[in-house]
């Protein structure tokens, strides 16, 4: 089974730029898909973007499309999650999670996820 650690979040002003990155050990962490999700106070998580072990093909959610890029280091284990442009609704705790190994196709929902991270902060704010 896969480990998965966030950092990078912090204060950023608006139009500001940050990057995640989420560091995976275990055993052979490149053959799991890794999603990015983000909750803010008072609402429920929502998938933000993911990335897939088969092909990398990526998917974001319509809200970060075209501010946010999540790209992977298999040398490194480590994907991240570029954000650019950022607003004040992006504020949240953001996680980054592993499925199992089955879902070589990443998804945006969160069940299939099942290796959590302990999130790291973004806070958007002048």
């Known amino acids: 089974q896969v480990q998965v650690v966030e950092s990078g979040g912090g204060l950023v002003q608006p139009g500001g730029s940050l990057r995640l990155s989420c560091a995976a050990s275990g055993r052979r962490p490149d053959f799991y898909s890794i999603g990015w999700f983000r909750q803010a106070p008072g609402k429920e998580r929502e998938g933000v973007s993911c990335i897939s072990s088969s092909d990398g093909s990526t998917y974001y959610a319509d809200s970060v499309k075209g501010r946010f890029t999540i790209s992977r280091d298999d040398a490194k284990n480590t994907v991240y999650l570029q954000m650019n442009s950022l607003k004040a609704e992006d504020t949240a705790v953001y996680y980054c999670?592993?499925?199992?190994?089955?879902?070589?196709?990443?998804?945006?929902?969160?069940?299939?996820?099942?290796?959590w991270g302990q999130g790291t902060q973004v806070t958007v704010s002048s």
């Open positions: 999670a592993a499925p199992s190994l089955l879902f070589t196709k990443c998804v945006l929902g969160s069940e299939p996820y099942n290796t």
